[in-house]
């Protein structure tokens, strides 16, 4: 059986742990011994004998011989908003493919990451739960098929996430834009964000998930207040992520085999299995 090796970025991040668990269990995977971190982290070998190493200790020579010694290497990234277009200008440019979970940073510059004639691929998405990304298809459907079905109705999106998560939910920021198609004026601005955790006890958030989670709830009311409808997607803890994340992985995998060069694929593009 051929191996995908994977290299991290974002280690000792708990969603990079995450994944680094469930693809090291997994003999379809090889984890290679080295993993990029943040520079607050102290470049050492951790508790799993991956030796962690700051991204600007890089270099590119370094980085094509991890490609020649393992083929097929693709860079599993969950690390910091603030790192993502020059992690992405990093993988580009060392011709890596890569898998990046991390939200945050330009996102309409991310996307154009492969414009020009470049020879890896990625899978970027905000999110990895491969059921709420069918949801959110679900809602782009609605958006795209019946545009102002909601109109004169208003929004509230309130998003919960574990302490840590800075930056606001990419997958409800994704949602604005459909519900603005679907008639109602809404602001990424507007989204009620929750890090309090004594807030998420009384929001019915198991104690145990505090530190990993994502619970989200969409409710549109009619202006007169005699409709309303509610949409809730709860996730406790990261491993419904890191499933997604692999699948993701596979499926890249698969896409640069099949000959694709300098596209950028969306967890959809994984659901659907389509290269």
Same mark, same amino acid.
């Given at each position: !059986?051929? =191996? +995908? ?32 971190? %943040? ?27 991890? =490609?020649?010694?393992?083929?097929? @290497? /693709? ?25 990046? %979970?991390?939200? &945050?940073?330009? *996102?309409?510059? @991310?996307? $154009? /990451?492969?414009? &020009? ?53 990419? +997958? ?30 009384? !929001? ?7 530190? %990993? $989670?994502?619970? $989200? ?20 803890? *990261?491993?419904?992520?890191?499933? &997604?994340? *692999? ?11 099949? &000959?694709?060069?300098?596209? /950028?694929?969306? !967890? ?8």
């Amino acid at each position: !059986m051929q =191996r +995908t090796f994977v290299v991290f970025s974002g280690l000792p991040g708990k969603m990079a742990t995450e994944v680094f668990h469930l693809l090291q269990a997994d003999e379809r995977f090889g984890v290679i011994p080295f993993a990029l971190t %943040g520079k607050e982290i102290t470049p050492e070998v951790n508790d799993d004998g991956i030796q962690l190493i700051h991204a600007d200790a890089i270099t590119p020579t370094w980085w094509k011989s991890l =490609r020649d010694q393992y083929p097929g @290497l /693709i860079v599993i990234d969950f690390t910091h908003p603030n790192a993502v277009n020059l992690n992405a200008e990093m993988y580009q440019k060392n011709k890596l493919n890569f898998v990046m %979970g991390t939200t &945050g940073g330009n *996102r309409d510059l @991310l996307a $154009h /990451i492969f414009d &020009g004639e470049f020879d890896n691929c990625a899978v970027i998405a905000p999110n990895m739960a491969k059921q709420v990304v069918m949801f959110q298809a679900m809602m782009q459907f609605a958006a795209e098929n019946f545009p102002n079905a909601f109109a004169g109705y208003t929004l509230e999106i309130t998003e919960s996430h574990q302490t840590g998560k800075k930056d606001t939910s990419g +997958t409800a920021k994704a949602m604005v834009e459909y519900f603005n198609a679907l008639g109602i004026p809404f602001g990424v601005d507007q989204i009620i964000m929750v890090r309090d955790p004594e807030k998420q006890l009384e !929001m019915g958030i198991p104690e145990n998930a505090l530190g %990993g $989670h994502g619970f $989200h709830t969409y409710t549109a009311k009619s202006a007169d207040g005699n409709v309303l409808f509610q949409f809730t997607h709860n996730v406790c803890g *990261r491993s419904n992520y890191a499933q &997604g994340t *692999r699948d993701a992985v596979l499926f890249l995998r698969k896409a640069v085999d099949s &000959g694709v060069k300098g596209r /950028i694929f969306s !967890m959809k593009d994984v659901l659907k299995g389509n290269v």
